[in-house]
């Protein structure tokens, strides 16, 4: 079975630092695209960050300078560093990713579970 596992939410004080993990694992070839989504108490889900194949990134301007998506290909890992948080950055943070499988040759679109990040003082 193809999964996604986020870890590394919590809660910290604003201008504080978090680091979250999103691991893949199943009968994976490669990871196509990699992106961060969150969803705030009572707001839509937004796209935050993403990463491509080729490592080429994107993000939503609220968060440019701030957070940084990198994927580990050989761990089959994505990760997305948050430093300066506010808390407007609050939010249930979900990593999903377009990822070619080894058998049955296709792409599948995957999303994880979620893992919550807090800011407050």
């Known amino acids: 079975q193809v999964q996604l596992v986020e870890s590394g939410g919590g809660s910290v004080q604003p201008g504080g630092s978090l680091t979250l993990s999103c691991a893949a694992s199943?009968?994976?070839?490669?990871?196509?695209?990699m992106a961060w989504s969150r969803q705030a108490p009572g707001k839509e889900r937004e796209l935050v960050a993403s990463i491509t194949s080729s490592g080429a990134t994107s993000y939503v301007d609220s968060v440019k300078g701030r957070f940084m998506i990198s994927v580990d290909d050989a761990k089959k890992t994505g990760f997305l560093e948050m430093k300066n948080l506010d808390p407007d950055d609050t939010g249930v943070y979900y990593c999903?990713?377009?990822?070619?499988?080894?058998?049955?040759?296709?792409?599948?679109?995957?999303w994880g579970q979620g893992t919550q990040v807090t800011v407050s003082s």
């Open positions: 199943g009968n994976i070839f490669s990871i196509n695209w």
């Open positions: 999903h990713a377009f990822m070619r499988l080894m058998e049955p040759n296709e792409v599948r679109n995957v």
